[in-house]
Nanobody, 124 residues
Framework: QVQLAESGGGLVQPGGSLKLSCAAS????????MAWFRQAPGKEREFVAT????????DYRDSVKGRFTISRDNAKNTVYLQMNSLKPEDTAVYYC?????????????????WGQGTQVTVSS
């Protein structure tokens, strides 16, 4: 069975940091692009970051550039999202996703597998 299991979410004050993890199993992890999406209350699920097969090429939405870093460890079948300088507008459920394709994608429809999500709340 394919599984993506996010962890690391929680409550943090503005300016703080969190590191999210997503442990994958049941598919050829190193053959897939991996990504993070998020969904805030009342909003559509939106792209956050993606990384290619080796982790050598990354892409981010503009609002998180310079603050978030995506990385992967293929030996551990795990993708990470380091989040620094967090803002209240970063509050959302964060999901990891896997894509079997030749290029990156920022679209929900481009991804084959999804995790259940982990809550990140940034508040004073």
């Amino acid at each position: 069975q394919v599984q993506l299991a996010e962890s690391g979410g929680g409550l943090v004050q503005p300016g703080g940091s969190l590191k999210l993890s997503c442990a994958a199993s049941g598919f050829a992890f190193s053959r897939y692009w991996m990504a993070w999406f998020r969904q805030a209350p009342g909003k559509e699920r939106e792209f956050v970051a993606t990384t290619n097969w080796s982790g050598g090429s990354n892409d981010y939405r503009d609002s998180v550039k310079g603050r978030f870093t995506i990385s992967r460890d293929n030996a551990k079948n795990t993708v990470y999202l380091q989040m620094n300088s967090l803002k209240p507008e970063d509050t959302a459920v964060y999901y990891c996703a896997a894509r079997f394709g030749s290029t990156w994608s920022r679209s929900r429809d481009g991804y084959d597998y999804w995790g259940q999500g982990t809550q990140v709340t940034v508040s004073s």
